[in-house]
Nanobody, 116 residues
């Protein structure tokens, strides 16, 4: 069992920045890859970024490349998403995700709203 708790969301003007955090507890391990997804109102949940256990493999969806940075601190069982140059189209609920033994774990989500 893994519990994921996101934090750091909020309301920001276009061009601003936010840093999301995802704290993992329970059956945690620094060997698990971690991901961020987001879901805009009325749309499906979509992949944003991922990072493997050693931070040597990092991937981003095209729309956030150059603006978002994913990172992790294995000692704290925490993954971060630094979001810069935010745009109104980044408005969504952001979810942390990991997969352990073929089971998907999700956090409760944190709302990010970018005003124009």
């Amino acid at each position: 069992q893994v519990q994921l708790v996101e934090s750091g969301g909020g309301l920001v003007q276009a061009g601003g920045s936010l840093r999301l955090s995802c704290a993992a507890s329970g059956r945690t391990s620094s060997t698990y890859a971690m991901c961020w997804f987001r879901q805009a109102p009325g749309k499906e949940r979509k992949f944003v970024a991922s990072i493997n256990w050693s931070s040597s493999e990092i991937y981003y969806t095209d729309s956030v490349k150059g603006r978002f940075t994913i990172s992790r601190d294995n000692a704290k069982n925490t993954v971060y998403l630094q979001m810069n140059s935010l745009k109104p189209e980044d408005t969504a609920v952001y979810y942390c995700h990991t997969r352990v033994s073929d089971y998907d774990y999700w956090g409760q989500g944190t709302q990010v709203t970018v005003s124009s």
